[in-house]
């Protein structure tokens, strides 16, 4: 018989793993991923194909904390046509905070983003922010031609 305790351990490490899976957009909830970026920035993302990259900063209680996504597109009119107004000039300071974001996922979380699922800002590119008066920021970046869009997240 399980006793009282080891029974609160179990069902906490089951909370635990629900929630790893959730807030780090797993495969198994990728439709939850659109959905909190949604929810989170109030912006509606075109439904990707799939999301072939995502990396995040450990979790916390409140959900802040840095996250990176690659999200692939069998068609890209649905970028193209989708709700998001991009921007279509080239700025730098775009690469550059999304950079930041993945220098510090590396360094600071010991993870390791493939240059696969880095957007290429020398190319031509479109791009889409969002900022909140707590200093949490969104990043889209779509380079035409690859299908893909960028998403980096710094939340605070």
């Known amino acids: ?24 957009c797993e495969d198994v909830f990728f439709n939850n991923c659109i959905d909190i970026i949604k929810e989170n920035w109030d912006i509606q993302i075109s ?11 450990s979790i ?18 649905d970028i193209i046509n989708s709700s998001i107004q991009w921007i279509d000039y080239r700025d730098n300071s775009i690469n550059a905070k999304v950079q930041d974001i993945i220098y510090d996922l590396e360094t600071y979380y010991d993870v ?19 900022s909140k008066d707590d200093n949490s920021n969104l990043y889209l970046v779509y380079i035409p031609g690859t299908s893909r869009i960028f998403v980096a997240e710094d939340i605070f």
């Open 1 to 24: 018989m399980v006793g009282i305790g080891n029974r609160f351990k179990i069902l906490s490490l089951g909370i635990i793993i629900l929630c790893t899976k959730l807030f780090g």
């Open 112 to 130: 390791k983003i493939p240059e696969e699922f880095r957007p290429n800002i020398k190319d031509k590119y479109k791009f889409y922010t969002i």
């Open 60 to 77: 916390s209680f409140h959900g802040d904390g840095e996250r990176y996504h690659v999200f692939e597109y069998e068609n890209e009119e």
């Open 47 to 57: 439904a990707p194909t799939e999301e072939i990259f995502h990396e995040s900063s």
